[in-house]
């Protein structure tokens, strides 16, 4: 579930609007097509600026979805996405989908000389369900605890690496 996003851009004046939208790849080729989100309307400011949206609660099913910016502006005003790269955490594909007509055809446009990690960021929480098989997990290896006296073998996890290893149990007096 997608709680916050932030988008940084570079607008020449502070004039226009922007659009941000969430879309599920449900289309053909795994084209972006139905909207999840949209925010409201957005006013530019000039410079190097960040859109922060917080509040949000807005499911994607998968591990993927795309999402979108329209630019409202008039005249020779130029405005663009950040790229920052390598990204400080996360990845994203070596192309962006470009609307090519407006009207949903979807293409796919590499960035000449650059890779595409856009300057942006989601937060996000994981689903109910995700939430209730972590429970579910721990509660049990509680259960598998409690039950070490028949097991000769008490199962540790090292700290650098999550690799299992085991050590004998010592019998206890409980």
């Given at each position: 579930?997608?709680?916050?996003?932030?988008l940084?851009?570079?607008?020449?004046e502070?004039?226009g609007?922007?659009t941000?939208?969430?879309?599920a790849?449900?289309?053909?080729?795994?084209?972006?097509?139905?909207?999840?989100?949209?925010?409201?309307t957005?006013?530019?400011?000039?410079?190097?600026?960040?859109?922060?949206?917080?509040?949000i609660?807005v499911?994607?099913?998968?591990?993927?979805?795309?999402?979108?910016?329209?630019?409202?502006v008039?005249?020779t005003?130029d405005?663009?996405?950040?790229?920052?790269?390598?990204?400080?955490?996360?990845?994203?594909?070596?192309?962006?989908?470009?609307?090519?007509n407006?009207?949903?055809?979807?293409?796919?446009?590499?960035?000449?000389?650059?890779?595409?990690?856009?300057?942006?960021?989601?937060?996000?929480?994981?689903e109910?369900?995700?939430?209730?098989?972590?429970?579910?997990?721990?509660?049990a290896?509680?259960?598998?605890?409690?039950?070490?006296?028949?097991?000769?073998?008490?199962?540790?996890?090292?700290?650098?690496?999550?690799?299992p290893?085991?050590?004998p149990?010592?019998?206890?007096?409980?």
């Open positions: 579930i997608i709680t916050e996003f932030r940084e851009y570079y607008s020449s502070a004039a609007d922007a941000v939208r969430f879309r790849n449900s289309g053909p080729n795994l084209e972006p097509a139905d909207i999840l989100f949209e925010s409201a957005i006013p530019l400011q000039a410079n190097f600026n960040t859109i922060n949206i917080e509040g609660g499911p994607i099913s998968g591990d993927t979805f795309t999402f979108t910016i329209e630019f409202d008039a005249g005003q405005v663009g996405l950040i790229l920052r790269n390598p990204p400080s955490v996360g990845s994203s594909f070596d192309d962006v989908w470009v609307n090519t407006g009207a949903g055809d979807w293409a796919t446009r590499n960035i000449p000389l650059a890779t595409a990690n856009l300057a942006a960021q989601v937060g996000a929480v994981p109910p369900s995700t939430i209730a098989f972590t429970v579910i997990g721990a509660l290896l509680c259960g598998a605890a409690r039950r070490r006296k028949s097991f000769p073998y008490t199962l540790f996890w090292r700290e650098a690496c999550l690799a290893f085991f050590l149990s010592q019998p206890s007096s409980a």
